[in-house]
């Protein structure tokens, strides 16, 4: 108890000499670009905008001054002069927010929420070098530094800003609330552990032999990115679906390299979207989402999936470790891609009400 003391103490100490200096940086990381630039949801085609809702362009630094775009949506008729409630959504890892996040958060708009849709770090619009770069670290700030953007604006109540995440973005964003008491809650959409299908496998069908040879791969695979060679892609994607396709790479298939849900990022081609490199892939494997899920409450969770999803096993395992108050739902007769945009499928009015509940 005299150490930690101590330690408390120090902390205070240790904020008073620095405050100046602090309150300086913070006034100078407050000089970005945050403006709203009005764009034409029209010029977009993997989702669809009321009439009664304006779609705005948003860019902000994120704590490690990378800068992070995203789609902020409000209804037109919109009262800027109170304060409202707000959520920020992620996109299925690999994705943009064009697919999947945009569907999201244009609905809800038109449930009088402010919605803010955004590009990963290293994805989409957003910065980041190298392109399609595995940061699980870099991806929970994106979430929080979406929060800071949402809390200090006017029209936004920083005291009721909920999350969404889809697939991957499901364990950034519970990743974030663990250490982000600001986001008062959170649901997840077709979630993926990205740290457990990457050590284990769907279904635990990855053996630890395989584990072992695909870190040793990328281990020696660091010297020809460090020389300068070409690097080795996870090429799950390709422009042609291989004939020996089993059915979960043909159900991402169908959405990412078809008109459904294609979305190819000023300057990136379609060969390179959705595929990451070797070397970089591996840090997944040292992400663990779901440990201390419990000290979230007794800010609520809900977790969504569909009842043949093969993702379905993640968002279980979340809601069995997670402490209440805490919801699962599963969606009938839907797949795990289905819940990207299937609006006929993707159970709005539950979002719609979970969320009306628990910001006030």
Known sequence: MKKLTLLLAGLVLFSGPLAAQTKQQKKSNAKVKTEMKQINPKDFT??????????????????????????LFMPKDLDKTKKHRAIIIGAPMGAVKEQGADVYAAKLAESNFVTLAID??????????PRNAVSPEMYVEDFMAGVDFLGTRPFVDRDN??????????????????????????????????????RNGIKKGQTLEQRKAFIAATAKERYTDFEGGDSKW?????????????????????????????????????????????????????????????????????FITGDHSHSREFSEDAYQRAAEPKELLVVPNAGHVDLYDRVEKIPFDKIEAYFTKNLK
């Not at 809702?53 to 995203?70: C, D, H, I, P």
């Not at 990963?120 to 957003?126: E, H, I, T, V």
């Open 120 to 129: 990963l770090s290293y994805w989409g619009q957003s910065e980041g070098s």
């Open 161 to 198: 800003i909920g999350a969404i995440g889809i697939c991957g973005s499901g364990s950034f964003v519970v990743s974030a609330a663990k250490i982000d008491t600001r986001i008062k809650a959170l649901a997840t959409v077709s979630m993926y552990d990205m740290g457990a299908v990457t």
């Open 234 to 302: 996870v090429n799950y994607l390709p422009l042609q679906l291989p004939a020996d396709a089993d059915s979960i790479r043909k159900e991402f298939y169908d959405f990412y390299r078809t008109p459904r849900g294609i979305h190819i990022p000023e300057g990136r081609t379609l060969e390179l979207t959705q595929n990451r490199q070797i070397s970089s892939e591996v840090k997944f494997m040292n992400f663990y989402p779901f440990n201390d899920i419990e000290t979230i409450s007794p800010r609520p969770m809900l």
């Open 46 to 71: 993997t989702f669809k905008v009321s009439d009664n809702v304006t779609m705005y362009e948003v860019a902000f630094k994120n704590q490690y001054k990378l800068e992070v775009v995203g789609h």
